[in-house]
């Protein structure tokens, strides 16, 4: 028996795994070569001494030093409004009280026709003006399924995104973009982002690659969407 | 651990259902953690990071596995990551030919179990966690195989390099009586 068939037999034998003919394979051997027990009592007692290792345990529990931040993930995410929601809101509240007020006044006094008519497209490009403030809006706080993805944006709270088949687990941390696999293993980490991009959407567009969107400081506007492969861990576009 | 309903509760976000859960998996989890980390910290640091891992993950876990196994599956790439990042200590080579042990190729001994702990804290990442699995949880191939999703063949190998260097180690121990740990070169 060559050094390594040996060396297989005894650690198959820490394990009791060794077959039946193995055993006798093994006895055999020690018979013939005496100094191949000692080796064999050796790793028994480096076995020993393993099994044998403290089963230590934590001096203060550990579970009760997270439970704030379990209860704090269990909440239901209280959404803190940015400075720049703060502005459309009340400029959008501003708008609608315009409108209202314009609307009782054409009820109310009566107008020669040309200026109804001015009026009337006054009020329907401030509301058009909302609506052009209303994706950013839109965007806020909202799963998005289309095309089979999932996403969530919020600017101030952002979930882990599961991956459609939940494979992977996607999550925006430091101003990076951090995918751990669902065995808890670091699948892709993102260097970090200028600080003065902010995050407006993370989606998964297929099981693999996930899709960032970034703001520049103007929250208008939006940067072109990043992709990055999970499984090649390269940056798409 | 095998309660399935507490998992189940625990997995639909019933708060006293995650709680307990978590405190049953808190000793597996830092056994583990205290093994495969440098110092009890560092261990302390990898077994809250798991924890949370484990319970942002809950809605994942699809019963392929033991609950268990992806327990330490979860707990073992935790340590493993921060391992790495911490980690200024050489691991043991493959063919043994590097082996700077904290910087230095002998360390005073302060008792085996303390020692032999070091020893297998400077084995490759695979061989210790292989060792972790085995020893302080008593898993068989088959468990470990899982948890490390390693073939059945793989994982024996990892073991078995694992457990030739740690004899070598301690063999040298003995041969020393016992009073210092020498790392062989």
């Known amino acids: 028996m060559d050094y390594e068939k040996l060396m297989e037999l005894i650690q198959k034998e820490l394990d009791g795994d060794l077959s039946v003919d193995e055993k006798l394979q093994l006895e055999m051997h020690f018979k013939h070569y005496p100094a191949d027990r000692d080796l064999a009592d050796r790793f028994n007692r480096l076995h020993d001494r393993l099994i044998h290792l403290p089963q230590v345990s934590p001096k203060e529990s550990i579970v009760d030093s997270i439970i704030p931040q379990i209860d704090e993930e269990l909440s239901p995410p209280v959404r803190r409004i940015s400075k720049s929601w703060k502005r459309i809101s009340i400029g959008a509240g501003a708008g609608i009280a315009a409108m209202i007020a314009v609307f009782f006044l054409w009820q109310s006094i009566p107008i020669p026709t040309e200026e109804h008519a001015q009026i009337s497209m006054d ?4 509301h058009k003006q909302q609506q052009e403030l209303a994706p950013e809006t839109k965007l806020e706080g909202k799963a998005d399924k289309s095309n089979g993805t999932m996403g969530i944006a919020q600017n101030d709270h952002i979930e882990n995104v599961i991956s459609p088949t939940g494979e992977y687990i996607a999550t925006w941390e430091q101003n990076r973009l951090v995918v751990n696999h669902k065995n808890g293993a670091i699948q892709f980490e993102s260097e970090p982002f200028s600080e003065n991009r902010q995050l407006k959407k993370l989606e998964w567009k297929t099981n693999e690659i996930v899709r960032v969107i970034l703001t520049n400081p103007n929250p208008n506007e939006v940067l072109d969407p990043l992709e990055f492969d999970m499984i090649s861990g390269t940056q798409l576009k | 651990m095998n309660d399935l309903a507490l998992i189940s509760r625990a997995q639909a976000g019933e708060r ?57 599956r979860i707990v073992s790439n935790v340590c493993m990551d ?5 980690s200024k200590v050489v691991p043991i080579a493959e063919d043994g030919a590097q082996l ?22 400077a084995l490759p990442d695979l061989q210790r966690q292989a060792i972790v ?13 899982e948890t490390m999703d390693l073939p059945l063949n793989t994982v024996k190998s990892h073991l ?5 260097k740690l004899q ?7 041969d020393e009586g016992g009073t210092s740990w020498t790392m062989k070169s």
């Open chain 2, 160 to 164: 078995f390099r694992a457990r030739k």
């Open chain 2, 100 to 121: 700077d042990y904290k910087g230095s190729k002998e360390v005073e001994s302060g008792g085996i179990a303390i020692d032999l702990k070091s020893a297998i804290n």
């Open chain 2, 82 to 86: 921060m391992y790495r990042k911490q």
């Open chain 2, 16 to 72: 006293e259902a995650v709680i307990e859960l978590l405190r049953e998996l808190e000793l597996p989890v830092y056994r583990t953690a205290f093994y495969l980390m440098k110092n009890e910290h560092d261990a302390r640091d990898a077994s809250q990071e798991a924890l949370l891992k484990i319970y942002r993950y809950l809605p994942t876990f699809k019963g392929e596995a033991s609950f268990l196994t992806w327990v330490q």
């Open chain 2, 133 to 145: 699995l085995r020893y302080i949880h008593d898993y068989n191939y088959q468990m470990i195989a």
């Open chain 1, 123 to 126: 009020t329907a490009f401030e």
């Open chain 2, 168 to 174: 070598e180690c301690l063999q040298d121990y003995q």
